[in-house]
């Protein structure tokens, strides 16, 4: 193991014990199959979701909105890594480059390195259609992420308190764009009846964005004199948040995210019914200590380790591993219980 491998283990591992676990994957455990019948090279990683075709089921999440030479570089090298690993990436929120015309080169950049990737434009649920369709011009986007943060507003001082009809504008940005449309959440997950009102307007799918990994109000709680301490623990935990949004009446594409760091991790994620799954902090971390290489060298290792499992488990596809059967324990079994979800 080399050193900087040793170094991001590090980072996993404080990750994952520097707190308590809190996206609820330990409570899913594989029932292992003695007979798979498969080899590792049987193994496909490409999906799709509605009509975006990805070589892989995981993708670059959403960072660095803000522009300014920092977010130039990080999105040129989140860009190099998403074209030379065949990665979807999304960029952080794009509002700024609209109002700042000069900001825009920091977004631009992703498509200029990656010609012929998938990519996802990003704004927050208070953009108009106007704006959606300037965001996605920007960067030639594949698809477009809505985020939606409402904890975080609050707990920054100068966050909005407004929150009023997002649900109709979201409407009117499906509506007027050529584009899969994805709705996403930041940290704190969604519940089932969140998703059915999301699906009931068009959009394509729904990144649950859940609780366990980037904690937002406990950066913005970092920066308050009188903090909100009571969000630092508030949210559904991804892997409830999964389920939820996989039991959801009418049925729509779901992302999992919210602290998957590993391949072990993802592929809970995705035999919980997602169709894909978003990684930010993690990447960010090992990007901007290790760099581009070390970068895609994580994320090769993820995909075979990926691939082994789900050899492991006889699931030859990823619609197969969504149907791999798991055992739910602990706090998320009494949680589904409670909701009915079973
Ligand atoms: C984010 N995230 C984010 N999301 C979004 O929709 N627009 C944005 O501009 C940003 N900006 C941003 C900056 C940084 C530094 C981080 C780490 C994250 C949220 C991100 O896409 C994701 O939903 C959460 O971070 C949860 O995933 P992880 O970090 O636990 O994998």
């Known amino acids: 193991m080399s050193r900087s491998e040793r170094k991001w283990d590090h980072i996993r591992f404080a990750l994952e014990n520097g707190q308590e676990r809190r996206s609820a994957l330990d409570d899913i455990q594989f029932i292992h199959q003695s007979l798979p019948n498969l080899n590792v090279s049987d193994i496909r990683l490409d999906h799709s979701i509605g009509e975006l075709s990805l070589s892989s089921p995981i ?4 960072m660095t909105g803000g522009g300014g030479e920092k977010t130039f570089r990080i999105n040129k090298e989140l ?8 990665l979807a990436m999304a960029v952080g929120s794009q509002m700024s480059a609209l109002k700042e015309k000069n900001e825009r080169y920091t977004y631009e950049v992703v498509r200029k390195e990656n ?8 704004l927050g649920s208070e953009a108009t259609p106007d704006d959606a369709k300037m965001a996605i011009q920007m960067i030639e986007a594949n698809a477009l992420q809505i985020h939606l943060n409402v904890i975080q507003e ?10 009023s009809g997002a649900l109709r504008r979201i409407e009117s940005i499906v509506q007027a ?11 704190f997950g969604m519940c089932k009846e969140t998703v059915e009102l999301i699906s009931s307007i068009g959009v394509t799918a729904v990144d649950v964005g859940g609780f366990g990994g980037t904690n937002f109000a406990e950066i913005e709680n970092k920066r308050r004199e009188k903090s909100l301490s009571f969000f630092n623990q508030w949210g559904i935990p991804s892997a409830i948040s999964i389920i939820e949004a996989a039991y959801a009446s009418n ?8 602290g998957f760091i590993s391949a072990f991790d993802m592929a809970k994620g995705l035999a919980l019914g997602a169709d894909a799954i978003g990684v930010a902090g993690y990447f960010l971390r090992i990007l901007i200590e290790f ?4 970068l895609q060298a994580e994320i090769n290792t993820v995909h075979k380790e990926l691939s082994v499992i789900m050899t492991a488990l006889g699931a030859r596809t990823i619609s197969d591993l969504k149907r791999a059967p798991v055992i739910i324990s602990g706090a998320t079994h009494h949680w589904l219980d409670q909701r009915g979800i079973n």
């Open 59 to 62: 993708f670059i999440n959403a």
């Open 79 to 86: 860009a190099i890594v998403a074209r030379n690993t065949g």
């Open 115 to 122: 010609p012929n990737g998938v990519l996802i434009a990003n």
């Open 154 to 163: 609050l707990t920054m001082p100068e966050g909005d308190r407004e929150f």
């Open 177 to 187: 764009v050529n584009i899969p449309v994805i709705v996403k959440e930041v940290g």
């Open 251 to 258: 049925r729509i594409a779901v992302i999992g995210s919210g």
């Open 291 to 294: 760099g581009v290489e070390a």
